[in-house]
């Protein structure tokens, strides 16, 4: 049986990951300068 993921986790999961870009877009921008 799946167990069902609640939506509270995927938006987590999403802000983890866009917390991730963001921080890889910082080190990118620190670099280029």
């Known amino acids: ?3 069902p993921i609640h ?3 995927v938006m987590i999961i ?3 990951l866009s917390d991730e870009r963001r921080k890889a877009a910082l080190e990118r921008g ?3 300068e």
């Open 30 to 32: 620190k670099g280029a």
């Open 14 to 16: 999403e802000l983890d």
């Open 7 to 9: 939506p509270s986790k």
């Open 1 to 3: 049986v799946p167990i």
